[in-house]
């Protein structure tokens, strides 16, 4: 993605990672987003986006705008920050409201929230920052 420097193996090439490898990284990229670490979280999902199949890669696109998007915030950049929000739900609304062990929903909604805010000219504050829960129960 613009603006964010990839990580590669040191021949700039990335390394191909096992499906246990990149569910770690999903699940690392969860808690560096949820820690408020946008840009980690943004670099630690690209290695697994980069190789990933569709559909997988759209949902990975998306979290990964929605996290630079926060990043962008936190560097007070909201334009850049409304910009990829926007991106990021047009790719997320592709998929159900629990997908991945996540509940995509919710995030959505708060996106959307910090979307409509940051158009409007308001400051959520960082201590509304989202987080992405586990998947909802039924």
Do not use: C
């Not at 996106?111 to 959520?124: K, Q, Y």
């Amino acid at each position: 993605m613009p603006g964010f420097a990839r990580r590669s193996n040191g021949h700039g090439k990335m390394r191909k990672l096992t499906p246990r490898e990149a569910e770690e990284k999903f699940r690392n990229g969860l808690e560096e987003f949820n820690g408020g670490r946008f840009f980690e979280a943004h670099e630690t999902w690209e290695e697994i986006w980069l190789p990933a199949p569709e559909p997988e890669k759209t949902f990975l696109q998306g979290i990964i705008q929605v996290a630079a998007a926060f990043h962008h915030y936190t560097q007070g950049n909201r334009s850049g920050a409304e910009s990829l929000l926007a991106a990021g739900l047009k790719k997320l609304d592709r998929f159900p409201g629990n997908h991945r062990g996540v509940s995509l929903s919710a995030l959505r909604d708060a996106a959307r929230a910090w979307l409509a805010a940051l158009a409007e000219g308001s400051d959520p504050g960082r201590a509304a920052l989202p987080r992405i829960e586990p998947r909802a129960k039924r």
